[in-house]
């Protein structure tokens, strides 16, 4: 296998698993719905950022650990899974007490809220051992023996980066089309409340995942 083919074929198995729905798309759709585009836009940076911390952590064999040890992984897994389900819970629990776009235009507008953001996206990623377990069991299949193993796999990780951020745009975009119906009081508290039911529905999933 050369470089090239490599890239390529890597491109196409991450990309097919990039637009199969997931956390990444929900918490992109959550954001998208409820605070906009740019914060949207934030949120899949960090997701962004997560990707590429696991990918060249696995390419350095440092996300090894996951895989050798229980006790980390399970840690790392329980912590993913509360954080998920909290995520979902306190989306689900604001529509009771959240007035209205105004109020919603007035918190992004407040410090630190595009640090929050961020923050969102990269701690789904850094917080799911799977992620990890993804590219240490995807990355070997696809770097040539030839081929320098770290840029190698930093290469790859940057491919499937490139692709998330395609299709979260997408997604964001899609959102921004459906504005003037997504826009509708009713209609953005019943997706709000569908994204933080999917979210709480991921983080049960990972928390009942015993392995890796």
Partial sequence: MSVWSGLI?????????????????????????????????????GVGTGLLVWGTA?????????????VAYTVLRVAGAVYLIWLGVTSLLALRHRADSAEMAADD???????????RGALSNLLNPKVG??????????IPPTAPHLL???ALTMVHFLEGMLWLTVVIFGVRFLR???????????????????????????????SA
């Fill in 9 to 45: 074929s890597f491109a196409l198995v991450a990309g097919l698993l990039t637009v199969v729905p997931g956390v990444d798309t929900a918490l992109v759709l959550r954001s998208a719905i409820a605070r906009g585009t740019r914060y949207a836009f934030v949120t899949a940076c």
């Fill in 58 to 70: 696995a390419a350095g064999g440092l996300s090894v650990l996951l895989t050798t040890s229980q």
């Fill in 109 to 119: 507008a407040a410090g630190g809220s595009m640090l929050r953001a961020w923050l």
């Fill in 133 to 142: 377990v993804f590219y240490i069991a995807m990355l070997p299949q696809f």
């Fill in 152 to 154: 190698m796999g930093a």
């Fill in 180 to 210: 003037a119906w997504l826009g509708r009081p009713s209609v953005k508290r019943a997706m709000e409340a569908v994204t933080g039911t999917v979210l709480v529905a991921f983080g049960l999933k990972l928390a009942l995942s015993d």
